[in-house]
């Protein structure tokens, strides 16, 4: 029941930072959790980073003191700030909105860290 909708995606230099959105559509007031996750060529789509609703918020372990994830106070939007950007964080990220019913995902935005 809910849509997403990411932008922010692009090219940039190592070391550089990105600024990632999740706009949430449909029965925003039923989502408990949003998250970014991400694919990277050839290999299995991991967790980024998720917030709740009470702004619980868990990263992995290779973004943490880098990436920082936030929502708005009606909680239909999601922003993961990415610094530091490393090769490694090249993929399609992902925007993932979870309801006590259903699991929503986003298009994907392509975000390639290269020189």
């Known amino acids: 029941q809910v849509q997403l909708v990411e932008s922010g995606g692009g090219l940039v230099q190592p070391g550089g930072s990105l600024r990632l959105s999740c706009a949430a559509s449909g029965n925003s007031f039923s989502i408990v959790v949003m998250g970014w996750y991400r694919q990277a060529p050839g290999k299995q789509r991991e967790l980024v980073a998720t917030i709740s609703t009470g702004d619980r918020i868990n990263y992995a372990e290779s973004v943490k003191g880098r990436f920082t994830i936030s929502r708005d106070n009606a909680k239909n939007r999601v922003w993961l700030q990415m610094n530091s950007l490393k090769p490694e964080d090249t993929a399609v990220y992902y925007c993932?909105?979870?309801?006590?019913?259903?699991?929503?995902w986003g298009q994907g935005t392509q975000v390639t860290v290269s020189s």
């Open positions: 993932n909105a979870r309801t006590i019913i259903d699991n929503s």
